[in-house]
């Protein structure tokens, strides 16, 4: 019996080795927009892993970055993989100035490694490397996050996914996994530095700590079993929607939901705490938005106090107040999608994102925070990357139609050319001039020429 | 910036600009402007234009010159002197008579009219310069603010009516546009007392000038600024009062007196010391010989006591100039540091603001009525500052006053550029 235990051991190592180095997975790895895997060693039998929690500098999107804590330079941290019945031993050094500690949010284990700071175990003092170590006796997506001043080590980005997978033929596999923690922030427009003290006007909201249009796309193959891990530390509860797909919720942090209790959804709410698990077949082509369908959430910074001039024709004021601030140009009138168009145009405070931003193939998106794309394709890129716009076949787009009911439109001829104003879309007329509105020259529509 | 070492000009001294205003008094006692309306942009153009526009100055120089023309010729024509001359020292023979004599223990009495007179005149012309020149900065101060105070409520009218297009709209309650309108109404009536002011301002100095009631002025508020870096003044013996200048002359010439007295004969004279004011605090010295003794003291005792009292006099109006002088050099150098930390530090504080608002307000961070209030937080610091220039050019008048010097511009004032 000692010699088989010998060679079971000596083949088991072997696997983990070849696992360890990536050779040979016994599951379908986790694809972490804009984040990445945690690696490990494989130490006896023993996955080894290491986290170092620190101030880093995080960069939400092109433009604005943050000083963020951390899990090994990123937020969320790397995530953690493992497979069910593996032993894990979870390294943690603090390189912050105050003290910490690390909870595995939702495992179930020994109590003294459940990482509660003051309750299970001593704080992890700055300098310190506390060492966790358990076996994973359960499958599906849990957190790990700070257990010691959390409203601080939380708010500013202490998390992470620690994700197990099923033995093999526990759980129908997927084509494609992925992993998107979500999260709320509150960073002052122009400052850098997130306040952690907020507890509900929060401003920024992530996907992976990132927003759009700094996000990247889930890239997938029509046709693909697509899985989407959804994690939550944060304040809010968010709506996660997903346009084109329906999918059904397969697993929360509390295990495997039944297929006989799984229902088609296309918007699933992740609240504080919870982690869920969705599944789709992805049988449409296209580029299809993800997003929280909280309406505030898919924007990027917005003021509380903006008044709301909805409706409101500013031109008896805007040229008194252009004489106060030379620059200033009417918004609001029509609703905020003035923003969208003029973003890129004026100069906004100091690192911080325009609220509406992005451009697509049809013009701006006029989308930001939680916000990102399902790219389904019928062949994808090498390399996993950005395949771009997609191509929408001849006759699929929706455009403008002549037989247009609207006064303005029925004062123009179909032929007649247009000219609008390229700041303001509702300034049409059928000959050249300026915008009454900001002075622009307007220009010739496309649909003219 | 520190301004509490900055040099006076030690080229300028009292009898420097003493002559220089006696002799542009005369200039322009010639050539009295007579033109409507007036622009000024310099502080001496505007004491110029006082000087020999208004009549009343130049009656006041008609007047002194006349009152020193009429003692002059009393003190020299009307001062019988009653001489009684002993011989032998026994008063056998004894002669008795009534002269009409010059009183030789005194100076010359000719260069002394023409040096009294040359300082009442100065003393008229100074003081009058001082008054054209307060007025004018607080005309200067008053208009400076009206504009402001204009500039603001345009600010607060553009509010009240983007509250009002918002009302309008159905955007806002008329409980949130209540304050607006009262906003608008307050500002309304500040106009109207700055208004007042201003108009109070030109009254005082449109009769100071000289001008008709309703004639146009208007003074550049760069007559305010032109204070700004002036350099503190220090002080010194060329401060002295011209009422000090006066005092100390007095003193002199009773010492010179009692030498002569005692040299020419030893005649056993009594002395009256009186002082002459005119209103315009011109000292004047003389005396009266009267050769019969009084009998109640003797000239060995009276002389010394007068020239005690005098210099004491003296000396108390000295000490006490110097204190004031002191005081208003402390005042001076704390409004330059009050007035360089809004120029420097608040006002182009107050523009980025402006500028950082507006970039909030470019990417729907904040809104319009955002500006407004940065703006409107920048009038009012410019209105604030418009008060420590206006205290400055007031300390600095005041000083000039205490020390005797003459206004012009501040170029010619203590601690011109």
């Given at each position: 019996m000692r010699g088989y235990r010998w060679i079971t051991g000596l083949l088991l190592g072997l696997v983990g080795v070849m696992m360890g180095g990536r050779g040979v997975l016994a599951y379908q790895p986790v694809i972490v927009p804009n984040g990445s895997t945690l690696p490990y060693t494989l130490v006896h039998g023993v996955k080894e892993f290491h986290l170092t929690v620190e101030e880093i500098d995080h960069q939400f999107a092109p433009g604005m970055s943050i000083k963020a804590w951390g899990y090994n330079g990123q937020t969320p941290g790397p995530v953690i993989e493992a497979v069910e019945g593996d032993q894990v031993r979870i390294l943690v050094t603090n390189k912050l100035k105050a003290p910490t500690s690390v909870h595995w949010h939702g495992l179930i284990l020994p109590n003294g490694m459940d990482g509660v700071q003051g309750l299970t175990q001593p704080p992890i003092r700055p300098g310190?490397?506390?060492?966790?170590?358990?076996?994973?006796?359960?499958?599906?997506?849990?957190?790990?996050?700070?257990?010691?001043?959390?409203?601080?080590?939380?708010?500013?980005?202490?998390?992470?996914?620690?994700?197990?997978?099923?033995?093999?033929?526990?759980?129908?596999?997927?084509?494609?996994?992925?992993?998107?923690?979500?999260?709320?922030?509150?960073?002052?427009?122009?400052?850098?530095?997130?306040?952690?003290?907020?507890?509900?006007?929060?401003?920024?909201?992530?996907?992976?700590?990132?927003?759009?249009?700094?996000?990247?796309?889930?890239?997938v193959k029509k046709g693909d079993r697509v899985r989407i891990r959804l994690g939550n530390v944060g304040q809010e509860g968010h709506p996660i929607h997903i346009h084109g797909v329906s999918f059904r919720v397969v697993a929360t942090d509390g295990g495997d939901v039944p297929p006989t209790a799984q229902f088609p959804e296309t918007t699933v709410v992740v609240y504080p705490g919870q982690t869920r698990d969705i599944e789709f077949v992805a049988g449409e082509l296209g580029d299809w938005p993800i997003h929280c369908h909280r309406r505030h959430h898919p924007m990027n910074a917005m003021g509380h106090d903006v008044p709301n001039l909805l409706g409101v024709d500013q031109t008896p004021v805007e040229k008194r107040m252009q004489s106060i601030a030379p620059n200033y140009m009417a918004m609001g009138e029509s609703g905020m999608h003035d923003m969208a168009e003029m973003a890129e145009h004026m100069e906004g405070p100091e690192n911080t994102v325009p609220m509406m931003a992005g451009d697509g193939p049809f013009g701006p998106i006029g989308m930001g925070g939680m916000f990102t794309l399902l790219k389904v394709r019928d062949e994808l890129p090498s390399g996993g990357s950005d395949p771009g716009w997609y191509k929408h076949p001849v006759g699929t787009v929706a455009h403008r139609s002549e037989r247009s009911v609207s006064p303005n439109a029925d004062s123009l001829t179909p032929d007649a050319p247009r000219y609008i104003c390229p700041m303001h879309d509702s300034v049409r007329q059928t000959s050249p001039g300026q915008c009454p509105k900001c002075g622009m020259n307007l220009e010739l529509s496309s649909e003219s020429e | 910036m520190n301004y509490s070492n900055q040099p006076l000009d030690s080229s300028r001294s009292v009898m420097g600009v003493f002559s220089r205003l006696v002799m542009m008094s005369l200039v322009l006692f010639l050539c009295a402007d007579v033109a409507f309306g007036r622009d000024f942009d310099r502080l001496e153009s505007i004491v110029q234009f006082g000087l020999?526009?208004?009549?009343?100055?130049?009656?006041?120089?008609?007047?002194?010159?006349?009152?020193?023309?009429?003692?002059?010729?009393?003190?020299?024509?009307?001062?019988?002197?009653?001489?009684?001359?002993?011989?032998?020292?026994?008063?056998?023979?004894?002669?008795?008579?009534?002269?009409?004599?010059?009183?030789?223990?005194?100076?010359?009495?000719?260069?002394?009219?023409?040096?009294?007179?040359d300082v009442s005149r100065w003393s008229i012309l100074r003081l009058h310069s001082l008054k054209i020149a307060q007025a004018s900065v607080d005309f200067a101060a008053a208009s400076a603010i009206l504009d402001a105070r204009r500039e603001l409520s345009n600010m607060i009218h553009t509010a009240a009516d983007l509250a009002k297009a918002q009302l309008d709209a159905g955007n806002i309650s008329r409980l949130d546009y209540l304050p607006y309108l009262i906003a608008e109404y307050t500002a309304r009536t500040q106009i109207r007392d700055d208004e007042r002011?201003?108009?109070?301002?030109?009254?005082?100095?449109?009769?100071?000038?000289?001008?008709?009631?309703?004639?146009?002025?208007?003074?550049?508020?760069?007559?305010?600024?032109?204070?700004?870096?002036?350099?503190?003044?220090?002080?010194?013996?060329?401060?002295?009062?011209?009422?000090?200048?006066?005092?100390?002359?007095?003193?002199?010439?009773?010492?010179?007196?009692?030498?002569?007295?005692?040299?020419?004969?030893?005649?056993?004279?009594?002395?009256?010391?009186?002082?002459?004011?005119?209103?315009?605090?011109?000292?004047?010295?003389?005396?009266?010989?009267?050769?019969?003794?009084?009998?109640?003291?003797?000239?060995?005792?009276?002389?010394?006591?007068?020239?005690?009292?005098?210099?004491?006099?003296?000396?108390?109006?000295?000490?006490?100039?110097?204190?004031?002088?002191?005081?208003?050099?402390q005042s001076i150098r704390t409004l330059q540091d009050q007035l360089a930390t809004y120029r420097d530090h608040i006002l182009p504080i107050h523009r980025e603001l402006i500028d950082e608002t507006m970039k909030h307000v470019n990417y729907m961070l904040k809104g319009p009525y955002s500006i407004i209030d940065a703006a409107q937080k920048l009038v009012e610091a410019r209105i604030e500052l418009i008060g420590y220039q206006h205290a400055l050019a007031r300390a600095y008048l005041e000083y000039d006053e205490l020390t005797g010097r003459g206004v012009c511009d501040p170029a010619l004032m203590t601690g011109g550029k």
């Open positions: 310190e490397t506390f060492v966790y170590e358990f076996k994973l006796r359960q499958h599906g997506t849990f957190m790990y996050h700070s257990h010691g001043d959390e409203m601080t080590q939380i708010g500013l980005g202490t998390m992470g996914f620690f994700i197990i997978h099923p033995k093999p033929t526990a759980r129908a596999s997927t084509d494609r996994d992925f992993a998107i923690f979500l999260n709320e922030w509150f960073v002052p427009p122009g400052a850098f530095r997130p306040n952690p003290n907020v507890m509900t006007d929060f401003n920024l909201f992530t996907f992976n700590s990132r927003v759009y249009p700094g996000t990247a796309p889930l890239v | 020999s526009h208004n009549p009343e100055i130049r009656s006041r120089l008609l007047q002194n010159d006349h009152q020193l023309m009429e003692w002059t010729l009393a003190n020299q024509l009307e001062n019988p002197t009653l001489v009684g001359r002993f011989s032998g020292g026994s008063a056998q023979k004894i002669e008795v008579g009534i002269e009409q004599s010059f009183d030789i223990s005194r100076p010359d009495p000719l260069p002394l009219m023409d040096h009294y007179r002011r201003v108009g109070f301002q030109t009254s005082e100095l449109r009769t100071i000038l000289g001008m008709e009631a309703g004639e146009p002025i208007t003074i550049s508020s760069s007559i305010l600024t032109s204070f700004n870096d002036a350099s503190v003044p220090t002080a010194g013996v060329s401060d002295l009062n011209v009422e000090e200048v006066i005092n100390r002359s007095q003193i002199e010439g009773m010492i010179k007196s009692s030498e002569l007295r005692r040299r020419v004969g030893g005649t056993p004279m009594a002395g009256i010391f009186y002082e002459h004011d005119d209103g315009d605090r011109l000292g004047l010295a003389g005396s009266v010989s009267l050769p019969i003794h009084s009998g109640r003291v003797s000239v060995d005792q009276y002389q010394p006591l007068t020239v005690a009292i005098s210099g004491l006099a003296g000396e108390t109006i000295r000490l006490s100039q110097s204190n004031q002088r002191t005081l208003l050099i």
